[in-house]
């Protein structure tokens, strides 16, 4: 089955330390996103990118980085210069930005925690 | 700055009696309208785009309006597996087309 798959569900975080979130998708999908959802907010975009190793920055891309080296695979760092992670994090993809090809499917998310 | 504004934040239904969702929207130059459906602790699904006023999609028990100002999806006969928070977001035009989402109305059916 084609889809997104995140990783791990729940990610517990210390002082000081940084915390990489994994995000994989096999659909072929050339664009792919990170969100962070907090209650009462809508989604707000980290970073995105849209070829690989090719990645801009969201409205909230501060304390976190982002590397793509494969199409497949959009891992998200959360630093410690990140001081308020805790977060529901989403990771997208979609075919690529343009037409019918822009809507973004989502992975499952994981619940970051600090410690 | 786009914007979008769902309401109401909260529904209750009882199973069989139905009702409508509404996404009003202010954006430069809409690209897509889109609808997820988000259960608790689960990434949001992908249920609609919607491209112009005018434009009506269906699925199910679910059927979504595009106006130049907003959007309305509209739920007949619920019934409890209904029960979730639904997503409207928004693409713009230029650049990066970036979407914007709003926070959500959370429907609860009740049997």
């Known amino acids: 089955d084609g889809g997104i798959t995140q990783s791990p569900k729940y990610l517990f975080r210390k002082e000081g330390q940084n915390v990489t979130l994994s995000c994989e998708q096999n659909?072929?999908?050339?664009?792919m996103y990170w969100y962070r959802q907090d209650p009462g907010q809508g989604l707000r975009l980290i970073y995105y990118?849209?070829?690989?190793?090719?990645?801009q920055k969201g409205d909230i891309a501060e304390g976190y980085s982002v590397s793509r080296e494969k199409k497949e695979s959009f891992p998200l760092t959360v630093t410690s210069a990140q001081k308020n992670p805790t977060a529901f994090y989403l990771c997208?993809?979609?075919?690529?930005?343009?037409?019918?090809?822009?809507?973004?499917?989502f992975g499952p998310g994981t619940r970051l925690l600090v410690l | 700055e786009d914007q979008v504004t769902q309401s109401p934040e909260a529904l209750r239904l009882q199973e069989g009696e139905s009702s409508s969702l509404n996404c009003s929207y202010t954006?430069?130059?809409?690209?897509?309208l889109f609808w997820y459906r988000q259960d608790p602790g689960k990434g949001p699904e992908f249920l609609f785009t919607?491209?112009?006023a005018g434009e009506e999609k269906e699925k199910e028990r679910l059927k979504a309006t595009l106006t130049k100002k907003e959007s309305f999806l509209h739920i007949t006969a619920p019934k409890p597996e209904d029960s979730a928070t639904y997503l409207c977001?928004?693409?713009?035009?230029?650049?990066?087309?970036?979407?914007?989402f709003g926070i959500g109305t959370k429907l609860q059916v009740i049997p």
């Open positions: 997208a993809s979609s075919i690529d930005g343009r037409g019918d090809r822009r809507t973004q499917y």
């Open positions: 977001a928004v693409q713009a035009s230029g650049g990066y087309q970036k979407v914007t």
């Open positions: 954006v430069s130059g809409l690209r897509g």
């Open positions: 990118s849209q070829i690989v190793n090719d990645f």
């Open positions: 919607l491209y112009s």
């Open positions: 659909l072929n999908h050339d664009a």
